[in-house]
């Protein structure tokens, strides 16, 4: 046990520090601080020396330099375990410093909300890692705080053990240190190296740097001779399904996690409906059923009647409070995963006997990053979890999120015949749906409800082919229904099927060297066709 006698706190971040000096002071430690973190403790009645009157040196260069001094990197560095070390503290007149409490300049916040360079690097904090890299290494005698979450624990160990804090949680909180500093230089690493020599950002920097916190470790991954881990950014995005709370269920797994992941970012989609509930089943990382209905209950109904034989064992997820009635007929199925905004104390009562469900609640985004332009950008943290990373054979792809979206005012008809008003909003019911379908996609929709999806084909005829084949062993008619194709008809047959299924109208990007055989076979048809000028390739 290391006892806490003389503590260095300097903090750009001040939440609940008072209470945490206050803690330290009523032990008897010793306070040695800098500029506004000093005024505020001595602002609250609590007992300080400025760094600079412990080193005898006054701060210099607008601040840049108070903390780099021998007094105080030999006071964290030394090994109290070697006689040399202790004998040179003692000739330098350096005192130990046992507690270091220290986080930094806000990088990131800085770049953020589209900082100068200049204003960006004068958030280059330098005494602050290097105090934390000091503490952190010297563990063994020395502990540090990084995080202001970190106050509680460490008082309630000095009060078990009369002021002293124990080898295990010194490593822990080095573990974090080091962490800490890793995660703000790859911050600056990640913003610099985006920028050319005139100062123009780059979306993607030279270098990429990513940080992760491990939330488990899985049972295995996709396959039980595969290990697998769980891990989320450092401050996940809102609305994420890293955010999730568990109230009930086994662990997740590796497949749970992935197709519950599919199923929340294709839900949450629907959030601004804002007078309809929506629906979303996944099943092998797919939509099997997806509608919006008046309630919950309704769209569950019509979601599970698209292919009932799929949404066995499947994921479930809403985009409104899960209530008791919904909760009593998810049961009757068998569910891997529910997951919803809320779910209600009836509805949590009427899964208590359901007790391998897994149910989450995620946040709905607020506001939800609908479009590139309202995502989050500058290269902060919350930029880089927006971004999409697929690992690859010694690299790493990296893309910007599928946020397009498109209103009735965007959709151009290429055919004689016009989509009525209802088939308009079928139309974008559908095209939403297929963003999460894997590519080939097809689509069959009617009324806010799918009516067959063919997902993950080599062919889009296939696709079309499975589509209408789901729809006929679920007994859904497709007669006057819709149709979405996440990528252009390549030739005409595509289409012949899905108008020989019954569809009255298609929604699909456009852009083949064919789209004039494809107009035509649609006008032969008598079906409505609209254009989009974008695709959703998922794969």
Not at 64 to 91: E, F, S, Y
Not at 211 to 235: I, K, M, S, W
Request: charged fraction near 20%; proline fraction near 4%; charge should be neutral.
């Amino acid at each position: 046990m290391s006892v806490i006698k003389t503590a260095l706190i300097s903090v750009s971040d001040k939440t609940g520090l008072a209470e945490f000096a206050r803690g330290l002071a009523a032990f008897g430690v010793a306070i040695l601080s800098t500029g506004g973190t000093a005024k505020l403790l001595k602002d609250c009645g609590i007992a300080v020396t400025e760094v600079s009157d412990h080193t005898g040196v006054p701060e210099m260069l607008d601040g840049r330099v108070k903390t780099l001094h021998p007094k105080i990197h030999g006071g964290i560095l030394a090994r109290r375990d070697l006689p040399a070390h202790v004998d040179a503290l003692a000739a330098g007149g350096i005192a130990p410093i046992d507690l270091v409490v220290v986080n930094l300049y806000p990088f990131s916040r800085t770049v953020a909300r589209g900082s100068t360079l200049e204003e960006a690097v004068e958030q280059i904090d330098i005494g602050g890692p290097a105090m934390v890299r000091s503490a952190a290494k010297n563990y063994a005698h020395v502990a540090v705080v990084t995080d202001c979450a970190d106050y509680a624990v460490v008082l309630k160990e000095m009060q078990a053990a009369n002021g002293a804090i124990g080898a295990p949680t010194r490593f822990a909180l080095a573990q974090k240190a080091f962490s800490h500093t890793a995660a703000y230089d790859g911050a600056i690493s990640n913003y610099l190296t985006s920028l050319s020599a005139s100062g123009a950002r780059a979306t993607f920097p030279q270098r990429l740097n990513l940080h992760f916190e491990r939330v488990q470790t899985l049972r295995y991954g996709e396959n039980p001779h595969q290990n697998a881990a769980f891990y989320r950014d450092l401050d996940p995005v809102p609305g994420g399904l890293a955010r999730y709370a568990q109230s009930q269920g086994k662990a997740l797994s590796y497949n749970n996690i992935a197709d519950a992941d599919a199923a929340w970012e294709c839900v949450k989609t629907f959030d601004d409906l804002e007078n309809e509930a929506a629906c979303v089943i996944v099943k092998h990382a797919n939509p099997c059923g997806v509608a919006v209905a008046a309630t919950p209950l309704d769209a569950y109904r019509l979601a599970f009647a698209t292919d009932p034989t799929s949404a066995f064992g499947g994921v479930i997820a809403f985009n409104r409070e899960l209530d008791a009635a919904t909760a009593h007929a998810v049961c009757a199925q068998f569910v891997e995963v529910l997951i919803a905004p809320q779910v209600s104390v009836q509805a949590k009562a009427a899964l208590a006997n359901k007790e391998n469900v897994r149910v989450l609640e995620v946040q709905l985004p607020s506001p939800r990053f609908s479009s590139p332009a309202s995502a989050p950008q500058g290269g902060a943290s919350a930029a880089w979890n927006q971004m999409e990373y697929k690992r690859i054979g010694g690299g790493l792809l990296v893309q910007t999120p599928d946020h397009f979206k498109i209103d009735a005012s965007d959709l151009k008809t290429v055919t004689r015949v016009k989509p009525t008003v209802q088939q308009r909003e079928d139309l974008l019911f559908a095209w939403r749906v297929a963003k999460y379908v894997k590519s080939n996609a097809i689509v069959f929709c009617s009324q806010g409800q799918t009516l067959g999806i063919g997902a993950g084909q080599m062919s889009r005829v296939d696709s079309a082919r499975i589509a209408a084949i789901k729809a006929k062993n679920a007994n859904l008619s497709l007669a006057g229904s819709v149709v979405a194709s996440d990528a252009f008809f390549p030739f005409r047959d595509g289409l012949d099927l899905i108008a020989d299924a019954g569809a009255a109208a298609v929604i699909q990007p456009g852009g083949s060297l064919r789209d004039d055989e494809v107009i035509a076979a649609a006008d032969a048809r008598g079906l409505a066709m609209v254009f989009t000028g974008h695709r959703h390739f998922r794969h």
